[in-house]
């Protein structure tokens, strides 16, 4: 392993570690639209009503984002190739487009027969639990399916 890469590592891991441990103060809503310092975000995956959804809503994006991006970093680290980053570029986008609208829409709304999921798929979504399959897969496919193309 390179240099490079091994920074690449280790910044995606910290990354990850900080934004799990900083999650409670992950408010850029604040910073960006209020012009304050964070607050504490006390909301969770339960069905609770929030006061600011649109607060809500740019936080879980935002943690969404620095979730998987560095995700993506720890790809890029293992395997260096831009083939498995450019396919998890487009999980990322999946995610960002398909499951976090669903996601925020079921928290907002509120329909009824959906408050036990929810929690699963909060973490599904907001943890880096998509990115994080990708690398078994990716291993397979480069150590297993490499092999039978050689072959």
């Known amino acids: 392993m390179t240099k490079k890469r091994l920074i690449y590592l280790i910044a995606g891991a910290l990354g990850l570690l900080l ?48 979730n998987d991006g560095f995700a993506i970093m720890i790809i890029y680290a293992l395997f260096e190739e831009k083939k498995y980053v450019r396919f998890s570029v487009w999980v990322l986008l999946f995610g960002l487009f398909i499951l976090l609208p669903a996601y925020l829409a079921i928290f907002l709304l509120r329909p009824e027969g959906f408050s036990s999921m929810l929690g699963h798929f909060h973490r599904i979504i907001l943890n880096p639990v998509l990115m994080m399959m990708l690398i078994p897969a990716f291993y397979y496919q480069k150590t297993y399916v490499g092999q039978s193309d050689s072959q």
């Open 19 to 66: 934004v799990y441990v900083f999650q409670f103060h992950l408010d850029i809503y604040s910073i960006l639209f209020k012009f304050q310092a964070p607050e504490r975000i006390e909301y969770t995956s339960d069905y609770e009503s929030i006061s600011n959804a649109t607060a809500f809503i740019v936080n879980k994006v935002f943690r969404y984002l620095l």
